[in-house]
C-alpha cells in the first residue's frame, strides 16, 4: 500500500531554518507529482507546495513564497521541503500526498513544525 513519512520537523525560533523529508513507498514514486499540505492548530488543511514527476516545475502558496523551496529526489524515493525564514503563523503539522489525493489514510502522521521565541 501507499506509505508517505515525514521527518525533520521540530521547535525553532523565527528566522530559523528546517528541512522536511517524506520517505515514499508503496507506489512508482517518479511518476507521481507531489504536494506538501499543512495544518495549524484547530484549522484546516492549507496546500503549501507541489512539484512535478521530474522536480523541474515547482508551485508554491503565496504565504510560503520566497521562503520555501520543494525539491524531491526520485532515486531515493523522498520529497523535500526546504523551509527558511520561518515565521510563528507557519507552526503546524506538515503532510507530504500524492498531488491531489484525497486519500488522507496514506498521508502519514505528519511532522510537527513549531516556530516561537
Known amino acids: 500500500e501507499v506509505q508517505l513519512v515525514e521527518s525533520g520537523g521540530g521547535m525553532v525560533q523565527p528566522g530559523g531554518s528546517l528541512r522536511l523529508s517524506c520517505a515514499a513507498s508503496?507506489?512508482?514514486?517518479?511518476?507521481?507529482?507531489m504536494s506538501w499540505v499543512r495544518q495549524a492548530p484547530g484549522k484546516g488543511l492549507e496546500w503549501v507546495s507541489s512539484?512535478?514527476?521530474?522536480?523541474?516545475?515547482?508551485s508554491y502558496a503565496d504565504s510560503v513564497k520566497g521562503r520555501f523551496t520543494i525539491s524531491r529526489d526520485n532515486a531515493k524515493n523522498t520529497l523535500y521541503l526546504q523551509m527558511n525564514s520561518l515565521k510563528p503563523e507557519d507552526t503546524a503539522v506538515y503532510y507530504c500526498?500524492?498531488?491531489?489525493?484525497?486519500?488522507?489514510?496514506?498521508w502519514g502522521q505528519g511532522t510537527q513544525v513549531t516556530v516561537s521565541s
Open positions: 512539484i512535478n514527476s521530474g522536480g523541474g516545475s515547482t
Open positions: 500526498a500524492k498531488y491531489r489525493s484525497l486519500d488522507f489514510g496514506s
Open positions: 508503496g507506489f512508482t514514486f517518479s511518476t507521481y507529482a
